[in-house]
């Protein structure tokens, strides 16, 4: 909804829209702990205080920030985290993601001192953007899917990798293609999750129903809802879908994949705040261990500058969709920005992301829409959103038995029409749609990180070969 000017300062609203977005994310931010790969309740343990952080930093009113379907694809990505869990455990590989996430707050304060922010709108040409946003939002499905089918999810699709004499044939062809065997990470994802996509025998009934059932009526809810003469606030649909399940699923005794036990914060490790009178259930960590113990190095080959320029380009990606969001707003509501501004404060968001044990973090278009449209007036109302997250953690436990594949549904719901029908690369023509679709092909099959770097770099040849080809 667009209104045309900015709307005064009102604490109230402030509070109101605060709380009403603290209230609504609360699936994603779970859904996407799922997604980067680490235990579900992190999402929740860990979203206060980047959020807070960013609030201070940003001067945009009605930007969110926070775990997102691209950084959480990305993160897992770039670590390697499915590989890396299975042989150090997810304890381990929560540092490690921390640890990422601080370097990529790093690299993102860098950039923003040297001026790249304010050249990162017109840095990466459209049909990269395009390729590269269409091949993270499949890679989201690829990830949710085998959640949303199987018993255990992950678990149970490892298990078929190594039962099924069909899909280890296809994962160890992949392996052994020269040169890009080693990198098509992607493409082993792909691979089984076309699988179990048409091994509906090996599917769970009840975990396939949830799931299903979930994707369908989050992406009609309005018509749902309109056909009995109510109109859903936004955020209704995800909130009904998630207290349904969880009912479902304490009712029933429901042994598939849960979010689990959310681990009380210990007093003695939060923050102390009013000379210890209160306790702010925040875990800090040491940044040292994090950086330097973790293993971090040690995924990117043992090489520092491999580490530095990968973390550049998530953030440089991860700006890309705070730039979107920051035009939509500055054409629709006249609100003013400043590139290096915002991207020094993703960069403070992330640095508290990693000193909390968050996954990266970046802005997300769908939690920014919703807070316009709930009446924020100020970045006062993502404070509040932060404040009541943490504040209120002791009480998540509601959510335990919350079932993952609805939460997977969730994830899938909101990136499904888009990888269906892709209408900014369908609309590319010419040598625009060969880096386009190169680009979505290359972070689908390889990684987000290759697919960015590859449709890059083919986009620059075209840019130079192009003006010749004219000529001639």
């Not at 799922?34 to 206060?48: F, K």
């Amino acid at each position: 909804m667009s209104t045309g000017k900015m709307p005064k300062w009102s604490p109230v609203a402030d509070l109101m829209s605060g709380l009403i977005m603290a209230a609504t994310s609360v699936p994603q931010l779970i859904a996407y702990a799922e997604l980067v790969g680490y235990a579900s309740h992190r999402g929740l343990t860990t979203a206060g205080p980047s959020l807070a952080f960013f609030s201070f930093c940003t001067g945009v009113p009605f930007i969110n920030t926070g775990v997102s379907s691209l950084t959480a694809v990305m993160a897992r990505s770039d670590l390697n985290g499915e590989a890396f869990t299975a042989e150090n455990g997810e304890e381990a590989y929560a540092k490690l993601v921390a640890g990422y996430s601080l370097m990529v707050g790093i690299t993102s304060v860098i950039l923003a001192v040297v001026g790249v922010g304010n050249v990162a709108q017109n840095l990466v040409p459209k049909p990269v953007q395009s390729g590269f946003k269409w091949g993270c939002a499949a890679n989201v499905i690829v990830s949710a899917v085998p959640t949303g089918l199987l018993l255990k999810g992950s678990g149970s699709l490892k298990a078929l990798s190594q039962t099924s004499a069909v899909l280890s044939g296809v994962i160890s062809a992949i392996r052994a293609v020269p040169f890009l065997g080693g990198m098509a990470g992607g493409a082993v994802g792909v691979s089984k999750v076309l699988f179990t996509v048409f091994s509906p025998l090996e599917w769970f009934p009840l975990t396939a129903a949830i799931f299903l059932g979930s994707v369908y009526f989050v992406m009609n809810s309005k018509g749902i809802a309109g056909k009995v003469g109510i109109t859903l606030p936004p955020g209704a649909d995800v909130i009904l879908v998630t207290a349904l399940t969880t009912v479902l699923s304490t009712s029933i005794g429901y042994s598939g994949s849960v979010v689990g036990a959310i681990p009380a914060i210990d007093a003695d490790s939060g923050i102390s705040l009013f000379g210890g009178k209160f306790i702010l259930p925040v875990t800090p960590l040491d940044p040292r261990e994090l950086l330097f113990d973790s293993g971090l190095v040690g995924q990117f080959g043992g090489s520092w500058i491999k580490l530095f320029l990968t973390a550049s380009v998530f953030s440089l990606v991860s700006f890309l969709s705070t730039v979107g969001i920051c035009l939509t707003f500055e054409n629709e509501n006249g609100h003013p920005w400043n590139a290096t501004r915002e991207l020094a404060a993703q960069g403070a968001a992330c640095l508290a992301a990693g000193s909390t044990g968050s996954a990266p973090v970046g802005a997300s278009l769908s939690r920014s829409l919703v807070a316009r449209m709930t009446g924020t007036t100020s970045s006062c109302a993502a404070f509040v959103s932060a404040t009541a997250w943490m504040l209120l953690l002791p009480l998540m436990g509601v959510m335990s038995p919350t079932p993952k594949c609805a939460l997977s549904a969730i994830i899938v719901s909101a990136v499904v029409r888009g990888v269906a029908n892709p209408k900014q690369l369908l609309a590319l023509q010419g040598s625009d749609a060969v880096v386009g679709w190169f680009t979505a092909a290359a972070t689908l099959l390889l990684s987000p990180t290759l697919g960015f770097g590859f449709g890059l770099v083919l986009a620059i040849v075209v840019a130079a070969v192009a003006p010749k080809a004219k000529k001639d």
